[in-house]
């Protein structure tokens, strides 16, 4: 085999071993950051977020603050919200993961997503 035919073989292989792993690469799960912030104006007494099968618990999440777990999942997956603030109201969602995995706990026990930040840091 001449050294032209020989380079152009490998210069394929080298393109068809980065293709397949970047593609390997996008099907994968990643590690994401859960995000959670009170907002409820009383404390959290018990949260549990299950996404993808995955189960992450809060407990004692005071009023204005931020708790955080990483967690393996993609956009699509379904999530489930369960809780209670410390009146006693029920805290209540589910739904499909978007780009963002911060949520908010507001009054009444009310989930809302926070959007994944369109600026620059």
Same mark, same amino acid.
């Given at each position: 085999m001449d050294k032209g035919r020989k380079r152009?073989?490998? &210069? =394929?292989a080298i393109v068809l071993v980065i293709g397949a792993a970047g593609l390997l690469w996008a099907l994968g799960e990643h590690s994401?950051?859960?995000v959670i912030e009170n907002h409820s104006e009383q404390t959290v007494? &018990?949260? +549990? =977020?299950?996404?993808a099968g995955q189960l992450s618990t809060f407990r004692d999440v005071r009023t204005g603050a931020v =708790?955080?777990? +990483?967690?393996?999942?993609? %956009?699509? %997956?379904r999530f489930v919200v369960? /809780?209670?603030?410390? %009146? /006693?109201?029920r805290i209540r969602?589910?739904?499909?993961?978007? +780009?963002?995995?911060h949520f908010l706990i507001l009054p009444g026990g009310e989930v809302k997503f926070r959007p994944k930040s369109k600026k620059p840091f």
């Amino acid at each position: 085999m001449d050294k032209g035919r020989k380079r152009w073989l490998i &210069r =394929v292989a080298i393109v068809l071993v980065i293709g397949a792993a970047g593609l390997l690469w996008a099907l994968g799960e990643h590690s994401r950051t859960l995000v959670i912030e009170n907002h409820s104006e009383q404390t959290v007494i &018990r949260l +549990e =977020v299950t996404i993808a099968g995955q189960l992450s618990t809060f407990r004692d999440v005071r009023t204005g603050a931020v =708790v955080n777990a +990483e967690c393996k999942a993609k %956009d699509g %997956d379904r999530f489930v919200v369960a /809780g209670q603030l410390a %009146d /006693g109201t029920r805290i209540r969602s589910s739904g499909l993961i978007g +780009e963002s995995l911060h949520f908010l706990i507001l009054p009444g026990g009310e989930v809302k997503f926070r959007p994944k930040s369109k600026k620059p840091f």
